[in-house]
């Protein structure tokens, strides 16, 4: 396997693309949060999750499915069938997204007052023009995945974000003296600027791919290609886009929609419990901070599964079940291994992190009771949403569909049905609980059909290291909680609540993030002979641990 298809390359580009995105969308926050406060970014929030949903829909789950598709025929050397596909999915997320946008533009009425928050039209109507450009970006990233080309991904990602963060706060700055409406309008219409900067992105690298293409395909080949294209219609290309997209599309905007679910239902099951404006003010506490952190951790799942799909796809058609079996033990070992201490950092240090990224500049006792246990909760369930993900990769890899639907119906009714009965008794960590415990049911149905369709059985790690797995968890909790509780009592270098929130977080994730890896290897978890799966610069890092605990890499 060249490096051009290696699994870790691929992830590694993805990753860093993805934290790079991740951090810019977290520092939007922190100015939005301050100008609009978190009543404001209730709207903005439920705004951003609806454009999500429909976005996923207006794609149709067709870039993964491309992805698959030209993937196996450029293998083949069928170079203008893949571009005939490519262009049939082009003209379909080009109608998508016109019908999409005019969908949420004139909806937004409706669904904000069917959710008791009415300001949320202008911010909704704001986005609705992404969804113009962004399903054929997404289409153009499902092309770029399929010929294992993923800087195009990455580099977009990282561009869309910078423009859209800056439109954000600068739009909200400006036209917060008009209204807070209109600023939050100003907030969500950055996405649409995004926008615009990644299709410029991705057109600048399909223009260099096309002339990379011309010069490398032989014209005989090509020739006798582009015949046989002719007799593959656009019909024949969307009935095997849908019959592979229909399933991704659900098991795709599961988490989305999970999300939307949240943003959608907790002002009407709060607001008689603790009142319709404290629950609005909780609401934004969920969708302005607690989303964006929790997001963090499952960066590299998302990064795994795209990289996995045509992996898993290729050595599945081959029957190459012990590459299969290979992968799937690596990649869920992977995504565990390196989510659980984002998880922990995140959770430990919430009070800090929350203190120092948002603080509480209106002074509001909600947001002093809420908004660190919320941060926590739902950053917990992110273990079991990264399992949930990076299993059901696997699974679209081998054409499993109809397991990942089943999966998805089962999850969102648990969801569905624990927010309802759990929110009478706790509250908002009731409706979080329902969240983690519908990511935990996909996780248990993904991982038992994995299981009864390899028949070379794949190994994620064996009893001993779960054992040591779970004692390294407990000595970083009690060490972090130790932090914690001695940092809020004695360290206060500047005297004001954010600059020593700041200095507090760094130290509880910069103690407990080095001390990880160090119990990984002291624990057994990992073993020297594990780094040669790592990608070098990790490898680099782990050198000088490995020399401390007098140990070596051979």
């Not at 974000?161 to 003296?177: D, G, I, P």
Request: hydrophobic share 55%.
């Amino acid at each position: 396997m060249s490096t051009k298809d290696s699994l870790v390359k691929g992830t590694l580009i993805l990753t860093l693309a993805a934290l790079v995105a991740r951090a810019l969308g977290v520092v939007q926050r922190i100015p939005l949060v301050y100008l609009l406060g978190d009543i404001g970014m209730a709207a903005y929030g439920i705004a951003f999750n609806l454009y999500s949903v429909l976005l996923v829909v207006a794609t149709a789950g067709i870039p993964s499915a491309l992805s698959k598709m030209i993937s196996e025929r450029t293998a083949l050397g069928r170079h203008a069938e893949a571009d005939r596909i490519y262009k049939a999915a082009l003209l379909f997320a080009a109608i998508a997204g016109v019908i999409m946008t005019l969908l949420l533009y004139i909806g937004a009425p409706y669904f904000a007052e069917s959710i008791i928050n009415p300001q949320a039209t202008l911010p909704i109507r704001a986005i609705a023009p992404a969804l113009l450009l962004f399903p054929l970006i997404a289409i153009m990233r499902g092309y770029f995945q399929g010929r294992r080309m993923m800087m195009p991904n990455g580099m977009s990602q990282i561009i869309e974000q910078v423009f859209r963060v800056a439109t954000s706060v600068a739009l909200a700055y400006l036209l917060l003296s008009h209204s807070l409406d209109y600023a939050v309008a100003g907030a969500s219409f950055g996405g649409v600027i995004g926008s615009v900067a990644a299709a410029a992105v991705m057109l600048y690298y399909a223009m260099r791919l096309k002339r990379s293409d011309s010069v490398e395909r032989s014209s005989d080949v090509q020739k006798q290609s582009a015949a046989a294209s002719q007799q593959l219609s656009f019909l024949t290309i969307y009935a095997q886009l849908f019959k592979l997209s229909v399933p991704i599309v659900i098991f795709s905007m599961t988490v989305t929609l999970i999300y939307t679910i949240d943003s959608s239902i907790v002002t009407l099951l709060l607001k008689d419990v603790i009142g319709e404006e404290p629950s609005r003010e909780i609401l934004g506490i969920l969708t302005g901070r607690a989303q964006s952190l929790a997001g963090i951790p499952i960066i590299l799942a998302v990064a795994l599964s795209q990289s996995i799909v045509p992996i898993i796809s290729s050595a599945y058609s081959q029957k190459d079940m012990e590459q299969v079996a290979a992968q799937t033990g690596k990649v869920l070992q992977l995504s565990i291994l390196s989510g659980l201490p984002m998880v922990l950092l995140i959770c430990l240090a919430a009070r800090p992190i929350n203190g120092f990224i948002f603080g509480n500049p209106t002074g509001s006792p909600i947001v002093d009771e809420y908004a660190a246990p919320i941060i926590m909760a739902l950053t917990v369930s992110a273990i079991f949403q990264i399992v949930m993900q990076t299993s059901g990769a696997v699974l679209m890899g081998m054409g499993r569909m109809k397991t990942l639907v089943i999966g998805v119906i089962v999850g969102i009714a648990v969801k569905l049905i624990g927010s309802y009965v759990l929110a009478a008794y706790f509250g908002i960590y009731g409706i979080i609980a329902s969240t983690a415990l519908c990511f935990i049911v996909m996780t248990v149905l993904n991982l038992q059909a994995l299981r009864r369709t390899q028949t070379i059985p794949f190994r994620v790690l064996g009893a001993r290291r779960w054992l040591s797995l779970a004692l390294t968890t407990v000595i970083i909790c009690v060490i972090g909680v130790a932090l914690d509780v001695l940092s809020r009592a004695y360290i206060h270098p500047f005297g004001s609540l954010r600059g020593d929130d700041m200095v507090q977080a760094v130290l509880i994730c910069a103690v407990t993030g080095a001390a990880y890896p160090v119990l990984l290897f002291l624990t057994r978890v990992m073993t020297v002979s594990d780094l040669q799966h790592l990608p070098g610069p990790l490898r680099k890092l782990a050198r000088p641990i490995l020399a401390r605990l007098g140990m070596s890499e051979r």
